[in-house]
């Protein structure tokens, strides 16, 4: 079975641009979740999608949203790019259920000049 | 809201040495709890989690973990540490019929030296 797939793995973007980052989950699970990972920060819930719906969503600025598709592909757009936006993006899927495993993928790296 | 603390930033061990990783938890109810490790350019892999039953529980690689209720902890322990474990190691909190929204330690730093 096919892992957790993100797509690009490394971005460099200037303030105020924009982004898209994807993520493909593992087949059969309906459930993406997002997390920016930063030095000293953790990980840090952005939002949760499940069966193209967005179901949680953590504590983050307007600037930062997402999709899903029918397929379960999952896509995050942050806008208006800041300096803090830079971080490691990770991606997890899983069959939709708090006590089932996440699985991760290798995240993409975004920095912000 | 759930919270979970991790209060070793960083800890270094011998190789064949013994570890034990802090995490304390806050929720009301009796949460889920999980110990992912993430290895240096790799997202996290789950080492184990508990969510009912027996407080001791086995993950892969080695390690175990204890849920101590009345400490609202969940520490991970491995009796002889490898220097592939070198990694950081995140513990996280979930809850209990809740959909997917876990909560995750600020993560602690092994590094293991020989």
């Known amino acids: 079975k096919a892992g957790v797939t993100q797509t690009p793995r490394y971005l460099i973007k200037t303030r105020g641009q924009q982004v898209t980052l994807s993520c493909s989950p593992i087949s059969g699970h309906r459930s993406v979740s997002w997390y920016q990972q930063t030095p000293g920060q953790g990980l840090q819930f952005l939002f949760e999608?499940?069966?193209?719906?967005?179901?949680n969503k953590g504590n983050f600025p307007g600037r930062f949203s997402g999709r899903q598709f029918s397929n379960s592909r999952s896509e995050m757009n942050v806008s208006t790019l800041e300096l803090g936006d830079s971080a490691l993006y990770l991606c997890?899927?899983?069959?939709?259920?708090?006590?089932?495993?996440?699985?991760f993928g290798p995240g993409t790296r975004l920095t912000v000049l | 809201a759930q919270s979970v603390t991790q209060p070793d930033i960083h800890i270094t061990v011998s190789e064949g040495a013994s570890l034990e990783l802090r995490c304390n938890y806050s929720?009301?109810?009796?949460?889920?709890l999980f110990w992912y490790v993430q290895s240096p350019g790799q997202g996290l892999q789950l080492l184990l989690k508990y969510f009912s039953g027996d407080t001791l529980v086995q993950g892969i690689k080695g390690f175990e973990a204890e849920f101590k209720r009345s400490q609202s902890s969940f520490n991970l322990r491995k009796p002889s540490v490898h220097w592939s474990d070198a990694a950081e190691y995140f513990c996280?909190?979930?809850?209990?019929?809740?959909?997917?929204?876990?909560?995750f330690g600020t993560g602690t730093k092994l590094q293991v030296i020989p």
């Open positions: 996280a909190v979930g809850v209990q019929g809740g959909y997917q929204k876990v909560t």
């Open positions: 997890a899927s899983s069959s939709g259920q708090v006590r089932e495993e996440q699985f």
């Open positions: 999608y499940f069966s193209e719906t967005q179901r």
């Open positions: 929720y009301g109810a009796t949460p889920y």
